[in-house]
């Protein structure tokens, strides 16, 4: 069995020493955030008006009741740490390493528990119930791994940052982030619409053998809907589906890549068989359903009209053991699924232990922001006085 991998490099609440390597790395990552957003695009550029204000019908009461009922048990001390100006570029900072110093809002770890319980409850009242226990099970998946490495105080349960942004008490746009490793969530609501990206989700180990939660396993049905779909594939469809022999690095699209270039590629959902198209919506399914009913319904209705611009790409092999990277690309939501090599564990090259992956909204929609765009120039526009 692969072994822990024991280095030096253990997560920390703050910085010990900002070595000069350090700094560079922070000042990279605040350099990148404080870049104008634009969002995840092709390199063609960006395709206007696929995001407009509407009313969708869905009963956003709850979640709004919830986020209200978290601020109103902080302290005026609290309240200053853990909310944002709608605006607020620490959107942008979150990161899913384990080892990060931009972390911001209220800690988990340091809220007592009925203000815990009030911060999930907001997640909760967002997500659908998979999607919540998704989340969930990841930072459970997070002690698993300090329990393995004797590093409860560093790698726990409660490890992740909350934070609130705008306005949720009088009906302003408004959303929150949950940021700490493997499980960084951004969730925006303009109205009655909602938008869950992006939305960076990971574990390692991907099932919990021993400790607390022994037992817990994640991302068994991405995984095996999106081999089960590559597997269906005739080799002609294979020979468009497949992008490069070698699995990158990471995700294309990951942490301070908000602007990241990326080109539509593979096989169009258009070419598969009534059967495979089936499959391709159960995968798509797996991550559109974390939001709760009526957001998953509304977002889904917005992928699906957009299937014939909708492309699934591959790299790795369709072995039972073997590492892959799949992606589903269209002009409104990009997902990216990949095995890694060991990080916490001394595997060197890629497993299904050590997973990634991260949804998008491309063309200026992650946080919101093209909706918040439109609901800024509709409302608040200052009227000219020429």
């Not at 997500?127 to 393995?148: C, F, K, P, R, W």
Request: with cysteine.
């Amino acid at each position: 069995m692969t072994g822990l991998r024991h280095r030096p490099s253990a997560p920390t609440r703050r910085p010990d020493r900002w070595t000069p390597d350090l700094l560079a790395k922070v000042d990279w990552r605040r350099r990148a955030a404080a870049e104008p957003f634009r969002g995840v695009a092709a390199p063609d550029g960006l395709r206007p008006d696929l995001f407009l204000l509407r009313d969708t019908g869905v009963d956003v009461g709850p979640v709004r009741q919830a986020a209200e009922d978290y601020l109103a048990a902080l302290s005026p001390t609290q309240l200053a740490v853990g909310r944002f100006p709608i605006d607020n570029v620490t959107w942008r900072h979150w990161a899913n390493g384990a080892r990060y110093f931009l972390r911001h809002g209220l800690c988990l770890e340091d809220l007592d528990d009925e203000r815990r319980h009030r911060a999930l409850g907001v997640v909760r009242a967002s997500l659908s119930a998979h999607g919540y226990t998704q989340v969930v099970d990841l930072m459970h998946l997070n002690l698993t791994i300090g329990e393995l490495r004797g590093e409860e105080d560093l790698l726990n349960e409660w490890l992740y940052w909350f934070s609130v942004y705008g306005e949720p008490e009088n009906g302003r746009p408004w959303g929150w982030q949950l940021d700490g490793h493997h499980v960084n969530v951004n969730c925006v609501f303009v109205g009655d619409q909602m938008v869950l990206t992006p939305t960076f989700l990971g574990a390692e180990p991907v099932t919990a053998e021993s400790g607390k939660y022994a037992g817990t396993t994640v991302f068994r049905r991405e995984e095996a809907v999106g081999q089960e779909l590559f597997n269906t594939l005739t080799s002609r469809q294979r020979e468009r589906a497949v992008i490069a022999d070698e699995l990158p690095p990471d995700l294309f699209v990951g942490a301070f890549r908000d602007n990241f270039e990326l080109a539509h590629q593979g096989l169009p959902l258009s070419e598969l068989t009534s059967g495979q198209r089936a499959i391709a919506a159960e995968l798509m399914g797996l991550y559109v359903n974390s939001a709760a009913d009526g957001h998953a319904r509304v977002r889904m209705d917005e992928v699906t009209a957009h299937l014939s611009d909708t492309r699934f790409a591959w790299i790795g092999e369709g072995g039972p053991d073997s590492a892959f990277y799949y992606r589903l690309h269209s002009p409104v939501i990009l997902v990216e699924f990949e095995h890694q090599a060991g990080v916490m564990f001394d595997n060197d090259v890629p497993s299904r232990r050590h997973i990634h992956t991260v949804v998008r909204t491309p063309n200026g929609n992650d946080y919101g922001a093209d909706l918040l765009r439109r609901h800024h120039e509709r409302f608040h526009r200052k009227r000219s006085t020429g």
